[in-house]
T-cell receptor
Framework: TQLLEQSPQFLSIQEGENLTVYCNSS?????LQWYRQEPGEGPVLLVT?????EVKKLKRLTFQFGDARKDSSLHITAAQPGDTGLYLC?????????????FGKGTLLTVNP | SQTIHQWPATLVQPVGSPLSLECTVE??????LYWYRQAAGRGLQLLFY??????ISSEVPQNLSASRPQDRQFILSSKKLLLSDSGFYLC?????????????FGEGSRLTVL
């Protein structure tokens, strides 16, 4: 069974601080995604990474895919209360015929004003 | 543009009662469709997925079932709800077997079984 371990499970910080959350596995993935979910809503896709070592930036968010494509990190610079939410990583093994994503349990981030 | 809707948004049902949650995707054809359950605002558990009309794959044996009567319609059902069926149910779609597999989620349906 492939597992995605996310850490930390919970993170509470003050506005303006920087933070990094992690998504780790012993399996190799063909692609990995990060989603953000706000309370009472469905997850929203933030980014997809596919190449080992790839770095993508989305405003104050920086996503990195590990060289071996087994892990990923999300770094937020100068966090704002609007960044509050559950951050989920999800990964897919194999090619296009694989219909299923594996989700981590998420990091619940609270940014206090 | 593509949109996905699911309803009802909130449901409170007694134990032993039936369930029907509906999901509809617009603006695309032949999508892959998924039902997930999320407990206590945490990780997502895949329940069912469908790659076409009438084609349903079950991931977890339980008292839930799914059907896809039309290309863009996905229904989650139960004949008799259990307390353990409470949770946040999410419908999702993706445009066929894409290489990277990104999913697009509906707004979710909160089910409370009493």
């Amino acid at each position: 069974t492939q597992l995605l371990e996310q850490s930390p499970q919970f993170l509470s910080i003050q506005e303006g601080e920087n933070l990094t959350v992690y998504c780790n596995s012993s399996s190799v993935f063909s692609s990995l995604q990060w989603y953000r979910q706000e309370p009472g809503e469905g997850p929203v896709l933030l980014v997809t990474v596919v190449t080992g070592g790839e770095v993508k930036k989305l405003k104050r968010l920086t996503f990195q895919f590990g060289d071996a494509r087994k892990d990923s990190s999300l770094h937020i610079t100068a966090a704002q209360p609007g960044d509050t939410g559950l951050y989920l990583c999800a990964a897919k093994r194999g090619g296009g015929s694989n219909y299923k994503l594996t989700f981590g349990k998420g990091t619940l981030l609270t940014v206090n004003p | 543009s593509q949109t996905i809707h699911q309803w009802p948004a909130t449901l409170v049902q007694p134990v032993g009662s039936p369930l029907s949650l509906e999901c509809t995707v617009e603006g695309t054809s032949n999508p892959n469709l998924y039902w997930y359950r999320q407990a206590a605002g945490r990780g997502l558990q895949l329940l069912f997925y469908s790659v076409g009309i009438g084609q349903i794959s079950s991931e977890v044996p339980q008292n839930l079932s799914a059907s896809r009567p039309q290309d863009r319609q996905f229904i989650l059902s139960s004949k008799k709800l259990l307390l353990s069926d409470s949770g946040f149910y999410l419908c999702a779609w993706r445009p066929g077997p894409t290489a990277t597999g990104e999913l697009f989620f509906g707004e979710g349906s909160r089910l409370t079984v009493l």
